[in-house]
């Protein structure tokens, strides 16, 4: 693998560039354009898509959404009164979505302008809901990909197309792993008649039907959700949300071209591990949900194996390595893929993530609304799928087929108790339903080609503090006690 000479003068190559950033108020493109900004100020232009709503434009959203947040902090203590006249200096807010061709941009003179001057496009846009529903997901996270590749070859002076996918779109695979590319139709479980064009019509079909049958709205939403889950269990993917993006991929390896491609795929993202500062998150994030209910008291089981691991990496660690590899690729037409991870480097398991949220949440409880602080124990762990099953239907099934006798015989007396036990035990059984695959997943991500290009990083004589994506650097512990759980805390518990 061929790398740019100029990988060691990685802010001079990003100087002057101008950057297509799609799905600019997400996590991930936050820390992205947090970064770029404060490294390089010298760049060119950063036009950043952002949908519009209907009470907010996409200026007021970049204002409110991206630049307001803690993230920026660093930058606005760097800039002071400054701060929004150097933003407006380098950065376009566009009202857009990848939804569309053309992303949705209206405004011809504006089109024309970034066809003529943009270097480089990072699509960091998708829906990532496991269980989105089927017609949203195939809009954003497989026709999206196409969209915003049709976007990138009208640009005239063109280095580069990004992708952010996601590792996983390598479903329940036991193994390693291999960073290798989706031909197009390829399954995870050898099921023929996998067609892009044949899944976006069988949506749309299915959800004509719902409207012609009068479906509310929340029964559409429902049905649209399943159909997602069964067609991407019926092709070997766990979930809507990888299958849609595996898809994704494969459009795009279809149809580049010549266009220089770099599909990076990372696996559990977390907080930010040390840029712009330790502990920066947003939104629950996959696993984080677990800590939000462990840490409230709402959760006490788990199916998992102990030798189970769990493979994540910090936040500033992905956009370290977009921008790395974005640079070492300058120019290249082929296609470059990427597994930022920490399964084969450092290793991370599930029980370690366990004692530390009980160590932590005990010598730091979270406090309910009436100022009492709430009471953590250890959690109870399953080692088979069948021996929590078997838990749940001695604390649910059995109550509830009481509960149920005994309302039917004093009339709704006991309705509230029983909605109640029911709510908890569908919340349950849909999270785990949906988590399962990870929860016993036995597949490590080969990290190869992200290897070599931290060897060209060193070979060259790149600052591994500013760009450093190495997982071995991280002490799991510690990471996680001081940095990723308190952060979750700050930024998401309400």
Not at 47 to 54: A, H
Not at 117 to 132: C, P, R
Not at 183 to 203: F, P, Q, R, V, Y
Not at 299 to 317: A, E, K, N, S, T
Request: some cysteine.
């Amino acid at each position: 693998m061929d790398f740019q000479m100029d990988l060691g003068c990685i802010l001079q190559s990003l100087e002057n560039k101008s950057i297509l950033v799609t799905g600019s108020t997400g996590f991930l493109a936050k820390i992205f354009v947090e970064k770029l900004l404060r490294v390089q100020p010298h760049v060119k232009r950063l036009f950043l898509l952002i949908r519009p709503t209907k009470d907010e434009t996409a200026k007021q959203r970049l204002q409110n959404d991206v630049m307001e947040k803690e993230v920026f902090r660093v930058l606005r203590e760097k800039y002071g009164k400054s701060f929004y006249s150097f933003i407006w200096d380098k950065v376009t807010p566009l009202a857009g979505d990848i939804a569309y061709e053309n992303l949705g941009i209206e405004e011809n003179s504006l089109k024309e302008e970034m066809w003529r001057e943009i270097n480089v496009v990072v699509n960091v846009a998708a829906t990532t809901n496991f269980d989105e529903r089927y017609d949203v997901s195939l809009v954003t996270n497989t026709m999206g990909a196409k969209h915003v590749l049709e976007f990138a070859k009208k640009c005239v002076k063109l280095d580069m197309l990004l992708h952010i996918s996601t590792a996983y779109v390598a479903g329940e695979k036991a193994g390693l792993i291999l960073e290798k590319p989706f031909n197009m139709g390829e399954t995870l479980n050898g099921s023929m008649g996998l067609d892009i064009e044949a899944e976006m019509k069988l949506a749309k079909e299915r959800l004509m039907e719902l409207r012609d049958d009068g479906a509310e709205r929340k029964a559409e939403t429902i049905a649209m959700k399943e159909l997602g889950i069964q067609r991407a269990r019926f092709f070997g993917w766990p979930n809507t949300y990888v299958f849609t993006k595996a898809m994704g991929e494969m459009l795009l390896g279809r149809l580049r071209e010549n266009v220089p491609l770099v599909i990076i795929r990372p696996t559990i993202i977390t907080s930010t591990y040390r840029e712009p500062f330790p502990g920066w998150i947003e939104g629950i994030r996959t696993f984080d949900i677990f800590i939000v209910r462990y840490g409230t008291g709402k959760l006490r089981c788990l199916p998992f194996d102990h030798r189970q691991i769990i493979d994540v990496i910090p936040g500033d660690m992905v956009v370290n390595a977009m921008m790395v590899s974005m640079v070492a690729h300058l120019n290249q037409p082929s296609i470059f893929i990427y597994h930022i991870g920490s399964s084969v480097q450092n290793p991370f398991y599930i029980p370690m993530l366990v004692d530390s949220c009980y160590h932590y949440f005990s010598k730091y409880p979270c406090i309910t609304g009436d100022g009492k602080p709430i009471k953590v124990s250890k959690l109870t762990v399953f080692s088979t799928m069948a021996s929590f099953y078997r838990y749940m239907t001695l604390q649910y099934m059995l109550p509830l087929k009481a509960l149920g006798l005994v309302n039917a015989i004093f009339c709704q007396i006991f309705h509230h108790l029983y909605s109640d036990l029911s709510g908890k035990y569908n919340s349950i059984m849909r999270q785990i339903d949906i988590y399962k695959a990870y929860f016993f997943f036995k597949g490590r991500f080969d990290d190869l080609n992200s290897n070599r290009l931290r060897v060209a990083m060193k070979d060259v004589g790149v600052a591994d503090e500013m760009f450093c994506f190495d997982p071995k650097c991280i002490d799991w512990e510690e990471y996680f006690m001081k940095i990723h759980i308190p952060g979750v805390v700050k930024h998401i518990f309400k």
